[in-house]
């Protein structure tokens, strides 16, 4: 398995979100993003996970509510990546795929985007 530091890879999330468009990322709403180890047992090579009510789907009921949360999985990553810049790649599009799930894209739409 790949070596990183997890503050190395803390790094590559924050350089992957600073490369999502400034149109978008403004329009991006209570959404915090974190970087974990591992995900849970239930779903151990899962690279990245969005949770919370996508921006097509809040209403005028949605006020006061906790963020978003976006998860970025480093041991997953590293386990399927045999070089750096895979693993940079591959953050990349893990970040964009869970920042789509916000904007309220499907799973289907993004594969055949070419971000499954």
């Known amino acids: 398995m790949l070596e990183m530091t997890r503050e190395e890879f803390e790094e590559l999330v924050a350089e992957a979100l600073d490369r999502i468009p400034p149109e978008l990322t403004r329009l991006m709403d209570n ?16 690279l990245g996970l969005y949770e919370g009510t996508p921006l097509t789907d809040r ?9 978003d ?7 997953p990553t590293l386990r399927i990546c045999e070089t750096r810049e895979e693993v940079v790649e ?3 599009i893990t970040v964009v795929h869970e920042i789509a799930h916000h904007f309220g894209i499907d799973d289907e739409r993004l594969h055949a985007l070419g971000y499954g």
């Not at 959404?31 to 899962?46: T, W």
């Not at 005028?60 to 963020?67: D, H, S």
């Not at 949360?69 to 480093?74: A, K």
Request: net charge negative; glycine share 8%; proline share 9%.
């Open 31 to 46: 959404v915090a993003v974190f970087v974990e180890d591992e995900p849970s047992a239930d779903d151990p090579e899962l």
């Open 90 to 92: 591959e953050t990349e």
């Open 59 to 67: 209403g005028e009921w949605y006020a006061g509510v906790l963020p």
């Open 69 to 75: 949360r976006i998860t970025i999985y480093r041991g």
